[in-house]
C-alpha cells in the first residue's frame, strides 16, 4: 500500500488498538446514474492511500481497455467489480468498500443509479447512518434523486450530505450550484431528513474531496472528507427500550439453558425484570453470558445468552424487552413497501413475512395508497409494481411483537418472501399496528362442523376443479354435483361465471382482480365446508399461490385438486363463448392462456384427460376417488 503508519513496523499491536478505538462511520452514495458515485469512492480510496500498488497496477490496465476517462485513470473501476459495470460503465450491484484515516474508519457501499436497480440501493441503504446523495451538476436533481432521497428518509437515515458533482463540467460555478440546492432542498422539505448539508467537487479531479477546492474559493464549508470525518451520527440506541429477539435456545445439556440473540436496543443487567412477547410471561435476568465470560451489563449490538430466574417457555421468534416496556402486538400492521419484484404485489395474495427471528404467513389486504416519488403524492392504486413504495394494510395468521420503525429500525422492519419461490419480494417498514383487529375473537358455538357432517352422514371437502376456459371444468362439476345428489349427498356448486354475477361482480380480470376473486371463493368455501357440505368449485383459478391459499384455509385433506388438463389448442377449437377469438382478435385483455399466464398444478390429487375422455367418464372418476378417499 502506499499509505504507510509508522506503527506497523514498530509496534503493530499499538497499531490494531489505535484502529480498534476509531470510530466507525457507515454510509452509501446514491443518486441518478452516471452522476459520479463509484467515482467519488475510488476517488476517497486513491487519495486516502488507500490502494495496494497491485491494484494500482490491475487499474491501470483495465482504465485503458474499459475506462471512460480517456488517458486518466478511470477510478470508478475500483469500485465497479462485475464484468457487465465495466462494460455498461454503470453500476448494477451493491459494492462494499472498507477505508480508514487517522481519525476515522469507513464502510461505504456504493449503491446503484437505475431504476430497475432501486431495491439493490434500498439494501445498501438499511444499514447506513449518512447518504451522500449525488447530483450531476449540469442535470440537476432527477427522478431517481428524489427516489433515493425518499428510501433514504424512510429507512430513518438522519444524516444526508447533498453532493453536487461534475462542477468542473459547469466552470465551477456558484450559481449552478446554488440553483441546484435551492431545487433539491424544496422537494427535501416534505421528507423527514432532519440533517442535510450541501457540498460541491469534482470526483473526476478531486476538488473538494480531500482537500479544499481552488476552483470554488467561494465555498466556505468543509471539504467532503472532512465532514465525513466529523459528523457526529451517534445515536440513543442504548439509551431506549430494551429489545432482543431469540435467535436460538441454547440448552448444550440439562444444567444450562439460555436464550441467545444479538440485543437490537437497549441495554439489560442481571436482575432486571424481563417479559416475553408474545406469550407476556415475566421473570428476573439471572445471567448474561458470553464467549468471554459473564457481563455485568449488555448493550445494544452485543450478542449474548441470557439466562433467567424462571424456567418459561421461550421459543426462536419470541422478543425480550424489560417488563415496564413490552412491544406492541398485533396481526394487523399499517406499513409502507418498497416492492422489488418483477411481478406485481397483488392485495390478497399470501406471502411469508420475516421480521427480527420471526417468519409467518401474511396477506396484503389493502394497498391503502401509492406514493408518487418526484411529487409525494399519494395515488390510488391495485398493485405495486417493481420499484414503486405504497402504504398497505397487512394481515398476519398470529400476533406478533414490534415496534414503528420510527422507534426502533430492527424490530420495525421486515421483508415479505414469495412462498412459492422463496425469494424476496419487498422490503417493509412498520408504521403502526391496526388495534382493531385485536378486539376481533372467534365465537366458539355448539354446533361444529363434525355434528353438520355426521347429521349428513358425509366428510365435507372441496373439490377445486381448475383449468383453461373451455377444458369442461363446469361440466364436470355439474354431473359429478348431479350423481352426488342422486345419492342423497348434500352439495354446493361455487360455479366461476355465477359468482361474478354477485359476490364477484365488482371485480375485473387483471391480475389483482383474479386474485381477489380467489379469495372470496375460498372463504365461502371455507365456510360451505364449515357446514358439512361436498363444495365443487369451478374456477380457471390460474394462479398456484392463491389455489395454495384456498388448500390451507380448508382442512387437513379436506381439499382435493381436481386438474381439468386440456391443451390449449383443443380448448380453443371448443371455444364455447367465443372467447378465445376475442382474446385472439385484442378484444379481450388479460385472457388466461394467450395473454395471461395459466400456472398447471404440480402435484393435484384428481388429474382429468380432458381433451381425450369423455365428460361422463371423467365425472365417475371423480365420484370414484371420492369413494376411495372415504368422503362418501
Not at 449525488?134 to 429507512?155: C, E, F, N, W
Not at 431506549?240 to 435467535?247: H, L
Not at 445494544?300 to 402486538?329: F, W, Y
Request: proline residues 3%; negative net charge.
Amino acid at each position: 500500500m502506499a499509505h504507510k503508519d509508522t506503527l506497523i513496523s514498530e509496534d503493530i499491536l499499538a497499531y490494531l488498538k489505535a484502529q480498534e478505538e476509531k470510530s466507525l462511520l457507515r454510509f452509501i452514495t446514491c443518486g441518478s446514474v452516471d452522476d459520479g458515485k463509484s467515482t467519488l469512492i475510488g476517488r476517497l480510496l486513491y487519495d486516502s492511500k488507500l490502494i495496494f500498488e497491485d491494484q494500482l497496477t490491475a487499474l491501470e490496465s483495465d482504465s485503458k481497455k474499459v475506462g471512460t476517462t480517456g488517458e486518466d485513470i478511470d477510478l470508478a473501476l475500483l469500485v465497479d467489480g462485475l464484468q457487465a459495470e465495466r462494460e455498461q460503465g454503470i453500476t448494477i450491484d451493491v459494492a462494499y468498500r472498507f477505508f480508514s484515516t487517522d481519525k476515522r474508519k469507513f464502510i461505504v457501499a456504493d449503491t446503484p443509479g437505475h431504476e430497475q436497480y432501486t431495491r439493490n440501493m434500498a439494501t445498501g441503504a438499511s444499514g447506513a447512518e449518512l447518504a451522500l446523495i449525488l447530483v450531476d451538476a449540469r442535470k440537476g436533481v432527477l427522478t431517481q434523486t428524489r427516489r433515493h432521497s425518499y428510501i433514504v428518509s424512510q429507512l430513518g437515515i438522519k444524516n444526508v450530505v447533498l453532493v453536487v458533482n461534475k462542477m468542473d463540467l459547469v466552470d465551477y460555478s456558484q450559481d449552478r450550484y446554488n440553483e441546484v440546492v435551492e431545487e433539491y432542498l424544496a422537494f427535501a422539505e416534505k421528507l423527514d431528513i432532519p440533517n442535510i448539508i450541501t457540498t460541491p467537487i469534482s470526483a473526476l479531479k478531486g476538488e473538494n474531496v480531500i482537500e479544499p477546492s481552488a476552483e470554488m474559493d467561494w465555498y466556505k464549508g468543509p471539504t467532503l472528507l472532512g465532514h465525513l470525518e466529523t459528523v457526529d451520527v451517534t445515536t440513543d440506541i442504548t439509551e431506549t427500550a430494551f429489545r432482543m429477539p431469540v435467535q436460538w435456545v441454547n440448552r448444550p445439556n440439562l444444567d444450562f439453558r439460555g436464550f441467545s440473540g444479538t440485543i437490537a436496543s437497549g441495554r439489560i443487567k442481571p436482575g432486571d425484570d424481563i417479559a416475553v412477547s408474545p406469550s407476556g410471561k415475566t421473570s428476573k435476568v439471572d445471567r448474561i453470558v458470553t464467549f468471554d465470560g459473564d457481563l455485568d451489563e449488555a448493550i445494544a449490538g452485543q450478542a449474548v445468552t441470557i439466562t433467567l430466574q424462571d424456567e418459561i417457555d421461550i421459543s426462536r421468534g419470541d422478543v425480550l424487552s424489560k417488563a415496564d416496556e413490552v412491544p406492541e402486538l398485533s396481526d394487523q400492521l399499517r406499513a409502507h413497501i418498497l416492492w422489488m419484484q418483477e411481478d406485481a404485489l397483488l392485495p390478497g395474495r399470501p406471502y411469508l413475512l420475516k421480521t427480527a427471528a420471526t417468519t409467518v404467513p401474511v396477506v396484503i389486504s389493502d394497498l391503502h395508497h401509492k406514493v408518487n416519488v418526484n411529487t409525494l403524492e399519494e395515488q390510488a392504486g391495485k398493485t405495486l409494481e417493481l420499484n414503486e413504495v405504497g402504504v398497505c394494510n397487512l394481515a398476519l395468521d398470529r400476533a406478533i411483537p414490534f415496534d414503528a420503525y420510527k422507534d426502533n429500525r430492527e424490530t420495525g422492519s421486515f421483508i415479505l418472501i414469495d412462498r412459492y419461490t422463496n425469494a424476496t419480494v419487498g422490503a417493509g417498514m412498520i408504521d403502526f399496528g391496526l388495534r382493531r383487529a385485536s378486539n376481533i375473537v372467534w365465537q366458539e358455538l355448539d354446533v361444529n362442523k363434525g355434528n353438520r357432517a355426521e347429521q349428513k352422514g358425509q366428510k365435507p371437502c372441496v373439490l377445486w376443479f381448475t383449468g383453461l376456459s373451455g377444458a369442461g371444468k363446469s361440466t364436470v362439476a355439474n354431473l359429478v354435483e348431479k350423481k352426488l345428489f342422486a345419492e342423497g349427498r348434500h352439495t354446493y356448486t361455487l360455479d366461476g361465471d355465477n359468482v361474478r354475477h354477485g359476490l364477484n361482480k365488482d371485480l375485473g380480470f387483471t391480475d389483482a382482480d383474479r386474485v381477489e376473486n380467489i379469495r372470496r371463493v375460498s372463504e365461502t368455501a371455507s365456510l360451505f365446508v364449515d357446514a358439512g357440505l361436498i363444495v365443487l368449485v369451478s374456477f380457471i383459478s390460474p394462479f398456484r399461490s392463491e389455489r395454495r391459499m384456498a388448500r390451507e384455509l380448508m382442512g387437513e385433506s379436506e381439499f382435493l385438486e381436481v386438474f381439468v388438463d386440456t391443451p390449449l389448442e383443443v380448448c380453443e377449437e371448443r371455444d364455447p363463448k367465443g372467447l378465445y377469438k376475442k382474446a385472439r382478435a385484442g378484444d379481450i385483455k388479460n385472457f388466461t392462456g394467450i395473454d395471461s399466464a395459466y400456472e398447471a398444478p404440480v402435484n393435484a390429487e384428481i388429474v382429468l384427460e380432458g381433451g381425450s375422455a369423455e365428460p361422463e367418464v371423467l365425472a365417475d372418476q371423480v365420484i370414484a376417488q371420492l369413494k376411495e378417499r372415504g368422503f362418501i
